[in-house]
């Protein structure tokens, strides 16, 4: 069966790509289309959740197996492990793919359509429109804080402010409860 996905960003508006891929590919193949389809390099954790009608997050398909040893969860999915017939039958399906893991931005996906009896040996972009949004976000490091001169967060001005006046006196300091005790305090 041939699967017809089209996929948005919430970042940018005009941004549309459709893929049509058949249904026995697996996630990993989706994946690859995807960064392809966008300029994107092969080179992050990537992942896809599947979604409910709601768009809220049921299963996840990582691109590693993400488990521990001691883990005994038999509902984890790697990309490459995981046909896309396993999840995926009908038109209308929800997906997520977290394309940038350290942000949390993600594309939001839809199978617009579903064509029994066709298959495609690879996954191919029916339709691009617009430019997609950068893969990293961006850091702003004006908004991270920098320590000025002397290695101080603050200045001597700005300190006062944000820690109170100089109006502090030791005798409203209540002592009591801060004792200490001679042995095991145990």
């Known amino acids: 069966m041939l ?3 089209k996929f948005i960003s ?4 005009g941004f549309l790509r459709e893929i049509k891929i058949d249904s026995d590919a697996n996630f990993l193949d989706l994946n690859k289309i995807i960064l392809q389809s966008c300029g ?6 990537t992942s ?18 993400m488990a521990d040893a001691s883990s005994e969860d038999d509902n984890l999915y790697t990309m490459s492990d995981t046909p896309l017939a396993d999840f995926i039958e ?3 399906q929800k997906m997520e793919f977290v394309f940038d893991p350290f942000s949390e931005r993600s594309f939001f996906l839809e199978v617009k359509d579903t064509i029994p009896g066709e298959h495609l040996k690879n996954a191919e972009v029916v339709r691009s429109v617009g430019d997609a949004p950068l893969q990293i976000a ?7 804080a920098k320590p000025v001169k002397g290695g101080d967060f603050f200045s001597e001005d700005e300190a006062g402010e944000f820690y109170g006046n100089d109006q502090f006196s030791d005798d409203e300091f ?5 004792e200490f005790t001679d042995g095991d305090p145990y």
């Open 40 to 45: 994107y390099p092969d080179d992050q954790m």
């Open 90 to 92: 009908d038109t209308g």
């Open 48 to 65: 896809f959740h599947i979604c409910n009608d709601e768009w809220e997050r049921c299963e996840q398909i990582t691109r590693e197996d």
């Open 3 to 5: 699967l017809k996905i």
């Open 10 to 13: 919430d970042e940018i508006d």
């Open 174 to 178: 209540d002592l009591e409860g801060f």
């Open 138 to 144: 961006e850091m702003d490091l004006d908004t991270v």
